[in-house]
């Protein structure tokens, strides 16, 4: 294995290579246009001969050491230019997108895929269920330049995952899954992950698991997935206590990085510090991907993430300064489409966990709540209720995150669920050879 930049460089089987052949005439047909068999997978591909045909084949990546989950109605542009503010280095994802939005409105496409040059690195989330539909928005996104491409297998909310097969539901298709991760990396030029949980309802066990990561793996050019670890439950409870119910195995996660060598494993679900990122790491997760502790403490979470997951120097910039910045955004935003589209209030809800249990947090939000429908730009907003929160609040840099958490993650690889039997995936690899 040579390493090209900080990426490693795997060598190829001809059985991965028959199975990759296999699968590139099985999407050619699928694709209208634009397939072609040599991709460029971020900046590592290796050749390899088969039947005198040369096919660049994806090898190993790295993924984001740290990264902001997708969240519907969360992670939108206002957010995530404020996290970009606070983090440089944080991978952002978008909102899922599905790709039927992406096809139907293509007229008006900047309304959901455009994005400022400084939200780099940047991942768009697509979701779907019909194989055209995704190799277009994939062509169509392909034009906005982001780093990453993300496939939703994780949603469990009934509007996603009730319209026929899409979201979780689509974990019980891993065959579908290669296809339509074949299709999105043959109409990009990025990376391709998949976001997805544990299981889904009694489709629970690590087996099955494996079984999922083995086939969309080795059917498709996915090497990264993120996998939300807890499972998700399809009959009777909501999206939200789908986010909370059924509880979190931070095994199964470590047990594939010990099963899938050659694959890349990001943690996510339940982590809520900066020391909980770091010790995920240090105990063999390839990154960590956290959602709601980033978008409900964004100072606390993202503020540490330049210098505790990348090493930079401590950041010296303070909230004061992070809001003077984000009133320059917001306000362009309104003066831009005069309050037609966007209002103070949109501008103002990634705000909202900005004080998170600092003094005069509480005084903040109520004169917050009366501001809204007084206030015309961020600037007046921003005279009117930040009176309610100390100096030495606005103008100190981020401190050090209080340490004293319980190792969840050492605790979790003492229990690792056994490997799959071998016999099973060495049959599979007949089968797709
Ligand atoms: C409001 C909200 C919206 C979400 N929307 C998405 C989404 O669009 N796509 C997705 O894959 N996951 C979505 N999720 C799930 C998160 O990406 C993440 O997997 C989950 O919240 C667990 O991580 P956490 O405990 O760090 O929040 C959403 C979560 C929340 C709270």
Redesign the pocket.
């Known amino acids: 294995m040579k390493s090209v930049g900080n990426t490693l460089i795997a060598s190829v089987t001809p059985v991965h290579c028959a199975m990759l052949k296999n699968h590139g005439r099985l999407l050619s047909k699928l694709v209208s246009g634009n397939v072609s068999k040599s991709r460029k997978f971020h900046c590592c591909s290796q050749k390899c001969q088969f039947n005198g045909e040369s096919l660049m084949v994806a090898a190993r990546y790295s993924p984001p050491l740290f990264s902001v ?6 992670t939108d542009n206002h957010y995530r230019t404020l996290a970009r503010l606070i983090s440089k280095r944080a991978w952002l994802y978008t ?2 997108i599905a790709a039927e939005t992406i096809v139907y409105q293509k007229g008006d496409l900047d309304r959901f895929l455009a994005f400022s040059r400084d939200q780099h690195p940047i991942v768009l ?1 697509i979701g779907g269920n019909d194989l055209e539909n995704i190799a277009k928005a994939t062509q169509l996104a392909s034009l906005y330049g982001y780093d990453e491409i993300n496939f ?1 297998c ?2 469990p909310s009934p509007k996603v995952a009730g319209k026929g097969c899409f979201g979780v539901r689509l974990m019980l298709d891993p065959k579908f899954v290669a296809d339509a991760m074949s299709v999105i990396s043959a109409n990009s030029d990025v990376p391709v992950s998949v ?1 997805c949980r544990i299981g889904v309802d009694n489709h629970d066990s690590y087996n099955e698991l494996c079984d999922f990561i083995y086939k969309v793996s080795s059917l498709s050019p996915t090497k990264h997935f993120i996998i ?1 670890s807890r499972k998700a439950l399809l009959n009777g409870i909501s999206a939200r206590e789908n ?1 909370s119910i059924p509880p979190l195995k931070y095994e199964y996660l470590y047990a594939l990085v010990r099963d899938f060598p050659d694959l890349q494993f990001t943690i ?4 809520n510090s900066i020391h909980e990122v770091t010790s995920a790491l240090k105990e063999g997760a390839h990154g960590v ?6 978008y409900n403490n964004p100072w606390n979470v993202l503020g540490h993430v330049d210098s505790a997951v990348y090493g930079m120097p401590p950041s010296s910039l303070t909230r004061r300064q992070v809001l003077e910045k984000y009133q320059m955004y917001a306000d362009s935003v309104l003066e831009l489409d005069g309050g037609s589209k966007t209002n103070v209030r949109e501008l103002i809800k990634p705000l909202l966990g900005f004080f998170h249990s600092e003094p005069g947090n509480g005084l903040w939000k109520r004169k917050a709540d009366a501001a809204f429908s007084s206030c015309l730009t961020i600037k007046s907003f921003f005279e009117e209720t930040l009176v309610a929160i100390p100096d030495s609040v606005l103008d100190s840099p981020i401190v050090s995150a209080p340490i004293g958490f319980r190792n969840v993650f050492s605790d979790a690889k003492s229990r690792l669920p056994l490997p799959p039997p071998s016999t099973v995936r060495d049959e599979e690899a007949v089968l797709y050879a």
Do not use: D, L
């Open positions: 989950a997708p969240m519907m109605e969360c909102e899922m989330q939703n994780g949603c976001k939300h986010r996510n679900g339940g982590i991907m956290v959602g709601r502790a980033a």
